[in-house]
């Protein structure tokens, strides 16, 4: 909307049609009242506000939130990040199976604990309770010895583990494994790591697929998300993960590993 908005004030030419589909209900029912326009090309229009303070309001809506209260003013909290991030970790140093915790307030970090080498970011809550076989999990993946002894376990939470805090605290750990789902959001999620944290980040999966296809067994909501996943193992060098997609024509999600 914001993009918009600007190229409206710049007198520049826009999808009219597009623009209106954003307009709240409201708006889009009174658009002849508040705008005029004069096409200039195929999908494209010259819009003059007719009435200012609407345009003025509709500004104010579209511009970025400086907070998450801000954001939610604007009618949605969650087009900013929150403030405030808890992270459930499992570590070397605890003395019981509850889990301790990190609170990241912006730039300052609340942490009871020395970090590990490396961490495993887990995505769900099963999988990061059983900590103990996803770390044999990554053993097995990897090659090389992974325990709590030199690696700390995070709850990633789904996509919470990609906010900046988060991504921010995590570029202290010399190494981040990623347990996620092998799906698309999984590999969405993965993509957005790696763009952060550079070759810190490992997508954990078997050397070899094969003994793994039956484990293949989501079937994907649309052909557009499988079609995605097979894109982005592909673009992401997971070779053999997209020959594991086309072979199943599944998906493959994490608590599958915890049944093996």
């Given at each position: 909307m914001n993009d918009y908005l600007q190229k409206i004030l710049k007198g520049q030419a826009i999808n009219y049609e597009a623009f209106l589909k954003k307009l709240p209900e409201a708006l889009r029912q009174r658009h002849r009242e508040l705008?005029?326009?004069?096409?200039?090309?195929?999908?494209?229009?010259?819009?003059?506000?007719?009435?200012?303070?609407?345009?003025?309001?509709?500004?104010?809506?579209?511009?970025?939130?400086?907070?998450?209260?801000?954001?939610?003013?604007?009618?949605?909290?969650?087009?900013?990040?929150?403030?405030?991030?808890?992270?459930?970790?499992?570590?070397?140093?605890?003395?019981?199976?509850?889990?301790?915790?990190?609170?990241?307030?912006?730039?300052?970090?609340?942490?009871?604990?020395?970090?590990?080498?490396?961490?495993?970011?887990?995505?769900?809550?099963?999988?990061?309770?059983?900590?103990?076989?996803m770390l044999a999990f990554a053993w097995e993946c990897l090659g090389r010895p992974v325990d709590l002894t030199t690696c700390d376990v995070v709850l990633g939470g789904g996509n919470r583990i990609t906010r900046a805090a988060d991504l921010n605290w995590l570029a202290g750990y010399d190494e981040v494994l990623c347990a996620f789902d092998y799906d698309a959001g999984g590999l969405q999620m993965f993509a957005s790591v790696r763009t952060a944290l550079g070759d810190k980040a490992c997508y954990l999966q078997p050397a070899d697929w094969q003994p793994w296809l039956g484990c293949f067994r989501k079937t994907p909501d649309a052909t557009e998300r499988f079609t995605k996943a097979i894109m982005l193992a592909e673009d992401l060098g997971f070779v053999s993960l997209a020959q594991a997609f086309r072979a199943s024509g599944k998906f493959m999600e994490q608590e599958m590993i915890l049944d093996e």
């Open positions: 705008f005029s326009t004069e096409k200039t090309g195929p999908n494209r229009w010259r819009v003059t506000v007719l009435d200012e303070a609407v345009f003025e309001t509709l500004r104010e809506q579209a511009a970025t939130p400086v907070s998450r209260v801000d954001a939610a003013r604007k009618g949605d909290s969650h087009r900013h990040d929150t403030e405030v991030s808890f992270l459930l970790v499992y570590h070397h140093a605890l003395e019981s199976t509850r889990p301790d915790s990190v609170v990241i307030t912006g730039d300052s970090v609340d942490i009871g604990f020395r970090p590990a080498p490396r961490v495993l970011v887990v995505e769900n809550e099963r999988n990061f309770y059983h900590y103990r076989q």
